[in-house]
């Protein structure tokens, strides 16, 4: 999850709209929330690459992976060519998580970068975007890094526009669940014809599992397809994380995703979702009621104390923020679930 300052914000946004509540719409737009929270954080640390401060830039391009800033990854692809040697190690890491298809040559030229934990990392980052384990190793003599980097871009070379790397898909035919981790990753990252159908075939084989009785592998598989989706994004990626939004284990996982595809017709499904994640605005004994739907490992956690944010509706409340909020019936709705947002900040 990113940063509590979104959650606010739409609080913020939301409590605007109630005490105009006459004229909510108007309330809502004149309060100047072109910008997302979220957008406005990324747009300020891609600025922040450019800081005459070397730490700084190097903290930059920390805080786009954390925000997992797939928009920044051309400004992080420029970042390899920093004179710091701490400022392309870290694009290089964020791009493990931002980068596309459109990095992977950038980071290819810094498997011969000067400093070994610059190579090092983006050896990793291109792991983690493409799916491929190849031998590398940053601290070997020139030469030996140097067949090491040729098999590298041999293996890319035979990548074509607009298609699913052929590396990612011999990855289909291991029964090994860690790979099949590595090619869900690399189809999110890396696209092509197809990957949104590659992805739900995967799916399919949990699709009617219940969260807590699958191992920690398969729900991280599960997660990671969810991502993916958000970030391959179309008809068929929105109607599936859509059926997920109402499932007590993956509603939070489907709603950051829906957060990154960004779909308009994702707004009013979320704002729906909300009141049935979310504590309840009742009291019993100076505690609010417990929701729901509510993830068991969620719950265990926010029975112990009151001042925590359950994970599912901070998911949605900050997916809500990345969204366009601009439809009169929208805002009359959020306007509406208001007095939960503000029961479970």
């Known amino acids: 999850m990113k940063h509590t300052y979104h959650v606010i914000c739409i609080a913020m946004i939301l409590s605007t709209g109630v005490a105009a509540a006459d004229k909510p719409f108007k309330a809502f737009v004149t309060s100047d929330f072109r910008t997302s929270p979220y957008d406005s954080q990324v747009s300020e640390n891609i600025a ?105 871009r041999k293996c890319w070379r035979s990548v074509v526009d607009g298609q699913i790397p052929p590396s990612v898909l011999r990855l289909a035919t291991s029964k090994d669940m860690e790979v099949s981790l590595r090619r869900v990753r690399a189809l999110g990252a890396m696209g092509g014809q197809g990957a949104v159908d590659e992805i739900l075939k995967i799916l399919a084989t949990y699709r009617k599992e219940d969260h807590s009785k699958l191992n920690e592998l398969q729900k991280h598989l599960v997660q990671s397809c969810i991502r993916s989706l958000g970030r391959l ?99 009359e709705a959020l306007r509406k679930i208001c007095p939960h947002l503000l029961a479970n900040l």
């Not at 291109?126 to 940053?138: H, S, V």
């Not at 994380?241 to 489907?254: E, F, P």
């Not at 017709?265 to 739907?293: C, D, M, W």
């Not at 994970?311 to 949605?316: D, F, L, Q, V």
């Open 48 to 152: 922040l690459l450019a800081s005459p401060a070397p730490k700084v830039r190097a903290a930059a391009a920390e805080a786009l992976a954390f925000l997992r800033a797939y928009s920044a990854g051309k400004a992080l692809g420029g970042a390899l060519k920093d004179k710091s040697a701490d400022v392309r190690r870290e694009a290089a890491l964020a791009l493990a998580w931002c980068g596309g298809r459109m990095e992977a040559s950038l980071l290819l030229a810094a498997l011969n970068d000067e400093s070994w934990s610059v190579r090092q990392s983006a050896c990793v980052a291109l792991g983690n975007l493409t799916g491929m384990e190849l031998p590398f190793d940053a601290l070997a003599g020139k030469d030996v890094r140097q067949r090491q980097v040729d098999a590298w």
């Open 233 to 331: 994004g179309g008809d068929k990626a929105l109607t599936v994380l859509l059926d997920y939004l109402g499932t007590a284990g993956w509603g939070r996982y489907a709603a950051d995703a829906l957060g990154d595809l960004g779909d308009r017709r994702a707004v009013k499904p979320l704002i729906n979702a909300y009141p049935r994640f979310a504590r309840q605005v009742a009291r019993t004994r100076s505690r609010l009621h417990g929701p729901e739907l509510c993830p068991p490992d969620d719950r265990s956690l926010g029975d112990n104390t009151q001042d925590r944010m359950l994970e599912t509706p901070y998911a949605i409340a900050l997916a809500l923020t990345r969204l366009p909020l601009d439809e009169k019936a929208d805002v």
